[in-house]
Structure formats: structure tokens, C-alpha cells
């Protein structure tokens, strides 16, 4: 196990940084996977084909595609983490998502139509996964798809779908068999959104603001062309795509450091009872210096995991593992950034009175996403306790 | 009111009342369509529950036009309000101002505003908090000053609960002679006062600025110190009881919700992780009764007490509060986490309601002080 960098990456990382600071689309409003305004897609497609065309996103691809040879794991962590320190934006959507499952499972045709589509950052991709009633149990999906000719004709609804509303193109699960065990039956498709009776409508959410979407999928039509693997194979692409969330591990970290920065120069600037800064009360200090300790470990965890990635023995529990232990360190940590503005921290963004706009709220109430996307935290818990302590299995 | 079963008997009718008139008055589309229009109240709705209930002059003396009740009965009334979310002056009007008119024990004072705000009339509120925003009279920095035979207030309060609706704001100044409760009109001259944007846009919160605004003083010829820092306790009590009513709606939101949604082919409330979650909200829920119940009475009966009860349930009941929104949604997974289910506008409600009277960790700090710690 091996948590420093070799000089190759350290100097990759200066330069990945510096890339950053001179093109980088500027520091974000709110913290969390959250979608843009729509004024400001235009200069994030932008964004996001400057990324590919530096080498910096789809790295790992075979260079046929685009990919650049000599790339690991480990540089597409690195852009992930100064992304993240950098609280700028990254790839918009689900492109990376999608372009790994076709990839890994799609036709020669799909890989020449789609890839370069989503490096110039003419597609935009969102997932089209989690429903209303297959949140956590995403294998329960009833999005129905049914063969007719050359085509698929879909109907159902999905929901939590990130940036829909901006997405061109759909990565989309829908159930193909009905009869067999409900993960057999599962196949994985490329949608185009502008296809008729495609209705996406902005939800909002907790925070006041609108970043996710449901799709309502109306006798939608799809060409069987647009199937990435095999008719009813989807739930091993989809699983495939899942285990490439894990890149998130390490960026998650360091938005714990930047936060937790931001959460001593809090309180060293407000005051208590005493009249003192908040930072000199004994208390404030030891919640502080926990949440530090704390931080430390999720980068530390994190590395490890990460590592384990690269040298390939990673464990099927590491992902829910650190998944679970950061969303409750960050949710602990926002609740503190709250708790240190007293009254204040009742204020919001727009209001005079707010500490940094309101940051704090928003990602107090934004913590929530952390603990319930992705897989609930008590549903991971689970995984965790039979994958990694091989407890006797639920029923699922 | 005195004897416990008999009391008892008349909260729990009291409470099926109130209950009923909420669910049909105040249900969520109706605390969402005022909250939206950043409206403070449904006038017809406060009409009522002032008029028809006679809610608004509970707590107030028989001889200023209330029912004469006390803090125990304010606490039922509040905890089913603090359950529906009711958008009303409710609680700065009757919890903060006109417990702080009886308090003060000056007549001229209980006379002209007590049947105002026992008939629904009159809205008031308290101001206390200002640029720390802690409720505590030692960092008061408002100054009155005799003008013309009566009194002239200059400072700024924040986060005055309904401060840019009241008829009638007392606010806390500091006098030549030290520090003294001044009843200024809402509409006066010299009183510039703003909504501000805050977590629970179901309770508004004003900044009031005062320039030279005439005031009467309240509660002359006795100590400030003597009877004010009661109100304060008073206030917590009672907001201690709202609380206790919104996890009480959290846990009932999230127990029925954990029946009826099934993942994993079975209702997720027959897994054991959401059992436990459940169960524990039941203890806080069924302790902050307890503490409510404890803090309301000791405040009623003049108990030594009084002031470590209140600092008591007010400390259980904000993070009993804050818990139960925060596993209701937890519970509710993502459907939880949208804008249109209710408990966000809980979980808005717990986090400002911890916060209200100052941080958290000063709240401990004094219960530890009242404890003899």
C-alpha cells in the first residue's frame, strides 16, 4: 500500500493544477454533483472539450478512442481531486459513465458515434437509472422496453436523473424480460433525448434548487442499434458503470479538507458568549479538532482504496465502506459549520446576514444527498456487513 | 387547573380541538401557499383561532379578556402548531409578547395591550437578539432614552420572530438606569423593519432597525432584572413544545411512510436498520414529552426549578427535533430529499428552531450552570 505519489504524478498534478487555475471555468456556487444554470452550459461544454482534448478527461481510454497512452487510474484520480480542490466544475453529466460502457460493451459503430461526441462536448449524457420504486434496489426497475420490428418501444418513468434537462443523450436501463430472475432481465441503451415522447421535467429539492429531473418515457421509440451489450445483459454494464463511480473516492476527501478549512476560519471569526473567537473556546475546538481527525481518516481511507484500485485488489466493500463514513463525516461537519453561526446560521443565501452567502445551509441541507444517493446508507451498511465481515445474507 | 388527572382530561380535549381545526385549517398546501407568497398568516384562519378558539388569549388573564390559562396549556396549543407548521404570529404574539405583558405585572401596560392580543387584534413580538443574535440581555446594546415624558429607542434587532408584521414590538433597550422592556408600534416613526431570508421560510424573521422611535416603557417602578429573564425561559418552555410537536409529526411522517414503501420486495419498515431508527425517535419524542410536560408545569406553578426545566426541554427537544427531520427524510430516501415532501420544511424548522435563541452550545453551557455544574 502506498499513499505518496511518485514524482511523474506530483509533477502531473502541478501541471493538471495550473491547468485549472488558468482555463478552469471558476469556482462553484454550491458544493455536491449539482447541475448548472442553463446560461452557463454553453461555456462548460467548453469546458469539458478542452478537458479531453488536454488529456485530462477519458485518459485511460485505448488510445484509438482518444485515450492517452501511459494514463492509470491513478491521473484520472489526481484530475478528480484538483477538480475538487479547485471547487470548479468537471465533466458535465454522465458522459464518462456512458463512454465506459460502450466501451467495455458496446458495438464498433457505437464506439465511433458516440465517443467523440462526448470529447468535443456536443453530448452531454445523463444516467437513466434509479426509478420510484427502485431507488436502493435499482434491480426492481419496471421501466418496461419491448421489441417491436428493429426498434424498442419504451414506457416508464425515471427520477434523480442529474442535469436531464441539459443532457442530449440518455444512458437508459429498462426491463426487456419480465419472466426471469429481475437482474436478468435488464438491458442497457443510448437514448436520444430529443426522441418523441421523452418528457423531462425539473424536480426541486431540499436546497431550492433544481439539479435533478424525472423523465417520463412515453411509447418511446429506439432503434435496436442504440442497445450497448446484449439484450438483457444491462445489469452487467450497469454494474460495470457503478464500479467507475468509485474515481469520486479520493475528490470526496479533498472537498472534506477544503470544507473543513473553511470551518476554522468560521470560527475564528465568529465569536461566543465570552466574546472570544469561537476557535479559542475549548469546546469549539475539540468538536473542531474531531472533525479534523475525522477528515483525516476519509483521506487516508481513501488512499488506501484508491490504491488498492490501481494495484487491482480492491475489495467489493471498500466503495460502500468509504461511501458510508464519508457522508456522515461530511453531514457532521456541515452541521457544525450551522451550529458555529448561531443565530446567523438561519440566514441564507441572498440574505445580508449570511456568513459566505449561505454556504454553509445549502450544504447542511445538500449533506442529505450524500446519505441517500447512490444507495441509502442503510442498504450499504448491509453490503458492507455481508461483503466485508461475511455475515449471513438478507433476503434482496 | 390544577389537579393532574383532571388536567390532563382538559389538555387532551383541548388538544383533540386543536388538532382538528389544523388539519382542516392548516394542512400543507395551505402552510406552503403562504410561505410561497411570503405571507406571516391566513387572516380568516387567525380569526378564528383567535375568535372561535379563543387560542390568542389562552395564556392571558380572565381580567384582560383571556381564559386565563398558563404555560401548561400554551405548551399543548403549541405543540400542535409546531406539528402542522402553522404560518402564523402565533408564537411571537402570544408565546413571546403577551407572556412578557403578564410577566412585567404593569398594569397600564397588561391593560392596553393584553385584550388586543386576547382577541387576535393585536400582533406583537419581543426583540432581543442583535448583532451576536443570542438571546442574552447581557449583550444588549439598544439604547432608550427619555424623550418628551416618555422614551425614544435607537439600535438595530435581529432576527425579530414576525418583526416586520407585529402591531406592537417590545423591545429590549438599555436605559440611563439600566435595562428596560420598550413597547414600540409596529408602524411607528423611525422603525425601518425587513424580512430576511432564512432556513425556515415558514417562520419569518426580520431585522428591525430603531432610530429615535418612541416608546412607552414596560413594567416601570419594578427590577427588569427581576422578571425578564423569566419571559426568556418562558419562551424557551414554549418553544420547546413546538418542537416536540414537529418530531412528533417527523416520526408519525416517517413510521407511516416505512410501512407502506417496499424495496427489497418487503415494506422497508420490516428491515431492522429502519426498526431501530424508528424506535429512537420514539424515545426522544416520548422524553421530550416528558421534559415539556416538566417545563410548562414547574413555569405554571412558579417552581424553583422553572429555569433548568425550561433550558432543559428546550435543549432535549431541539435535538430531538432536528434528529426526527433528519431520519424522516433519511427514511423517505430521495422522495424526502425533493422540494415538494414536507419534511425538508421540518427539518428548515428543527435546524432554525435550534438556533433561534442562540448557538446551541450556550444553551448547554447554561443548563450545566442551572444544574449546579
Known sequence: MRFDYSQELEDYRAAVRAFIERHGPGARKHVGVRAPDPDQVPALRAWVARLYAAGYLGQTWPAAYGGRPGATIEHTFIVAEEIARARTWGEIGAGALAAGAVLAFGSEAQRQRYLPRIRSGEDLWCQLFSEPGAGSDLASLKTRAVRDGDHFVVNGQKVWTTNGHHADLGYLLARTNPDVAKQAGITAFALDMRTPGVDVRPLREITGTSDFNEVFLDNVRIPAEAVIGEVDGGWRVANASLGHERSGVSARAVELYAQLDDLVELARRTTTAAGRPAIADGATRQRIGRLAALAHVTDVMSKAVRSRIANGTEDAADGPLAKVFFSEVNLAMTECGVALQGVGGMAVEGDRQAYADGWWQDAYLYARAYTIAGGANEVLKTVVAERALGLPRDKR | ?373
Open chain 2, 1 to 373: 387547573m390544577t389537579g393532574g388527572a383532571s388536567a390532563s382530561a382538559e389538555h387532551d380535549e383541548l388538544r383533540q380541538v386543536v388538532r382538528k381545526f389544523l388539519g382542516e385549517r392548516s394542512p400543507s398546501h395551505a402552510v406552503r401557499r403562504l410561505m410561497a407568497a411570503g405571507e406571516e398568516r391566513d387572516h380568516e384562519v387567525w380569526s378564528l383561532l383567535a375568535g372561535q378558539l379563543g387560542l390568542t388569549g389562552i395564556a392571558v388573564p380572565e381580567r384582560f379578556g383571556g381564559a386565563g390559562y398558563g404555560p401548561a396549556e400554551l405548551a399543548v396549543v403549541l405543540e400542535e402548531m409546531g406539528g402542522a407548521l402553522l404560518v402564523a404570529p402565533y408564537f411571537a404574539t402570544v408565546a413571546l409578547a403577551g407572556q412578557a405583558l403578564t410577566a412585567s405585572a404593569d398594569e397600564d401596560a397588561m391593560a392596553r395591550w393584553l385584550p388586543g392580543i386576547a382577541d387576535g387584534t393585536l400582533t406583537a413580538t419581543l426583540a432581543v437578539a442583535e448583532e451576536s443574535g443570542a438571546w442574552d440581555l447581557a449583550e444588549v446594546a439598544a439604547a432608550a432614552e427619555p424623550a418628551g415624558g416618555g422614551w425614544a429607542v435607537t439600535g438595530t434587532k435581529l432576527f425579530v420572530i414576525d418583526g416586520h408584521t407585529a402591531g406592537l414590538l417590545l423591545v429590549v433597550a438599555r436605559a440611563p438606569d439600566g435595562l428596560g422592556v420598550f413597547a414600540v408600534d409596529g408602524g411607528a416613526a423611525g422603525v425601518e423593519a425587513a424580512r430576511l431570508d432564512t432556513l425556515d421560510p415558514t417562520r419569518a424573521l426580520a431585522s428591525v432597525a430603531f432610530n429615535g422611535a418612541p416608546a412607552v416603557r414596560v413594567g416601570v417602578g419594578r427590577d427588569t432584572a427581576a422578571w425578564l429573564p423569566q419571559v426568556l425561559d418562558l419562551a424557551l418552555a414554549a418553544l420547546a413544545a413546538e418542537q416536540l410537536g414537529g418530531a412528533a409529526r417527523c416520526l408519525d411522517m416517517a413510521v407511516s411512510y416505512a410501512k407502506v414503501r417496499e424495496q427489497f420486495g418487503r415494506p422497508i419498515g420490516s428491515f431492522q436498520a429502519i426498526k431501530h431508527k424508528c424506535a429512537n425517535l420514539l424515545v426522544d419524542v416520548e422524553c421530550g414529552r416528558s421534559a415539556v410536560f416538566h417545563a410548562s408545569a414547574a413555569a405554571a406553578t412558579g417552581q424553583p426549578d422553572a429555569p433548568l426545566a425550561a433550558v432543559l426541554a428546550y435543549t432535549h427537544c431541539s435535538q430531538a427535533f432536528t434528529r426526527a427531520a433528519k431520519e424522516c427524510i433519511q427514511i423517505h430516501g430521495g422522495i424526502g430529499y425533493t422540494w415538494e415532501h414536507d419534511a425538508h420544511l421540518y427539518l428548515r424548522r428543527a435546524k432554525s428552531s435550534q438556533l433561534l435563541f442562540g448557538p446551541p452550545a450556550r444553551q448547554r453551557a447554561r443548563l450545566a450552570e442551572l444544574a449546579g455544574i
